[in-house]
T-cell receptor, first 112, second 115 residues
Framework: LAKTTQPISMDSYEGQEVNITCSHN???????ITWYQQFPSQGPRFIIQ???TKVTNEVASLFIPADRKSSTLSLPRVSLSDTAVYYC?????????????FGTGTQLKVEL | DGGITQSPKYLFRKEGQNVTLSCEQN?????MYWYRQDPGQGLRLIYY???????QKGDIAEGYSVSREKKESFPLTVTSAQKNPTAFYLC??????????????FGPGTRLTVT
């Protein structure tokens, strides 16, 4: 299984860009990288997914280097409402079998 | 409204009793999942199902059982054999295919307390 490692917590201020890195040294060829956001006592919510290089959507960017052993979630101009836990998930069902491994999550705290 | 629902939101049981958590989705998703989350921890996969009438154990299946008789439903039973059942249980669903991976849609969760 592709074990992931993330920082336990990060602090930021409103309006700043936040970059959260996830390490996944054992990522397999067929594995995708997905990031989720979770607020207390709620189910996680999908943010972004990628396989290689860079992916951007309306809320975030995901940077994946060529070796794919890490990935960085970039949140532009964060606000107080971005305070949440962010999870990096590596794997999936491509090729069959259970390869869903959530990381420990990064608690992001955004202040004024 | 399409979505995934879990009921009840809070559930209390006495030790030694089996309890079943409900999960229903109307997203026409093939795959469904059950996760467990303990305070301050990440999500751990209990069981998953890729198609009706088939399911697979996840990382922590001991003390749990599931069924998948309908595409829309994936109930989880927490048996008395589960040593530490008190936790936040999350159900999710996604499309399934071999061309890539699909985002999971999570339900609101059920908080189970066993005393």
């Amino acid at each position: 299984l592709a074990k992931t490692t993330q920082p336990i917590s990060m602090d930021s201020y409103e309006g700043q860009e936040v970059n959260i890195t996830c390490s996944h040294n054992n990522i397999a060829t067929n594995d995708y990288i997905t990031w989720y956001q979770q607020f207390p006592s709620q189910g996680p919510r999908f943010i972004i997914q990628g396989y290689k290089t860079k992916v951007t959507n309306e809320v975030a960017s995901l940077f994946i280097p060529a070796d794919r052993k890490s990935s960085t979630l970039s949140l532009p101009r964060v606000s107080l409402s971005d305070t949440a836990v962010y999870y990096c998930l590596v794997g999936g069902f491509t090729g069959g079998g259970n390869k869903l491994t959530f990381g420990t999550g990064t608690q992001l705290k955004v202040e004024l | 409204d399409g979505g995934i629902t879990q009921s009840p939101k809070y559930l209390f049981r006495k030790e030694g009793q089996n309890v079943t958590l409900s999960c229903e989705q109307n997203l026409n998703h093939d795959a469904m999942y059950w996760y467990r989350q303990d305070p301050g921890q990440g999500l751990r996969l209990i069981y998953y199902s890729q198609i009706v009438n088939d399911f697979q154990k996840g990382d922590i299946a001991e003390g749990y059982s599931v069924s998948r008789e309908k595409k829309e439903s994936f109930p989880l039973t927490v048996t008395s054999a589960q040593k530490n059942p008190t936790a936040f249980y999350l159900c999710a669903s996604s499309m399934y295919g071999t061309s890539g991976d699909y985002e999971q849609y999570f339900g609101p969760g059920t908080r189970l307390t066993v005393t």
